[in-house]
C-alpha cells in the first residue's frame, strides 16, 4: 500500500536549521509532483513548496521563500525539505504529499504523511 513517512522533526531555537524527509512507496514517486505542507493549531493547512516530478521546477509560498528548500531523490523515493533560518511562525506539523498536478490546493493531493511536529522556540 502507499506509504508516506516523514521524518527529521524536532524543537530548535529560533535561526536554527531542520532537516525533513519523506520516504514513499506503494506507487511510482517518480511521476508524482510532491508537496510539503504544514499545520499550525488553530489554522488551516498551508502549503509550503512543491516540486515537480523530475525535480527542475520547485514552488515556494511567500513565507519560506529564500529560507526553505526542497528537493527529491527518485532514487531513493525520498522527498527533503531544508529549512533554514527557522522562526517561531514556522512551528507546525509538517505534511508531504503526493499530487499528479502542479497544485498546491491539498484536497488535490492523492496521498498523505502521517506529519512531523516542528517546533521553534524564540
Known amino acids: 500500500q502507499v506509504q508516506l513517512v516523514e521524518s527529521g522533526g524536532g524543537s530548535v531555537q529560533a535561526g536554527g536549521s531542520l532537516r525533513l524527509s519523506c520516504a514513499a512507496s506503494?506507487?511510482?514517486?517518480?511521476?508524482?509532483?510532491m508537496g510539503w505542507f504544514r499545520q499550525a493549531p488553530g489554522k488551516e493547512r498551508e502549503g509550503v513548496a512543491r516540486i515537480s516530478p523530475g525535480g527542475g521546477t520547485t514552488y515556494y509560498a511567500d513565507s519560506v521563500k529564500g529560507r526553505f528548500t526542497i528537493s527529491r531523490d527518485n532514487a531513493n523515493n525520498t522527498l527533503y525539505l531544508q529549512m533554514n533560518s527557522l522562526k517561531p511562525e514556522d512551528t507546525a506539523v509538517y505534511y508531504c504529499?503526493?499530487?499528479?498536478?502542479?497544485?498546491?490546493?491539498?484536497?488535490?493531493?492523492?496521498?498523505w504523511g502521517q506529519g512531523t511536529q516542528v517546533t521553534v522556540s524564540s
Open positions: 506503494g506507487y511510482t514517486y517518480s511521476r508524482y509532483y
Open positions: 504529499a503526493a499530487s499528479t498536478l502542479p497544485t498546491m490546493r491539498a484536497d488535490w493531493y492523492n496521498y
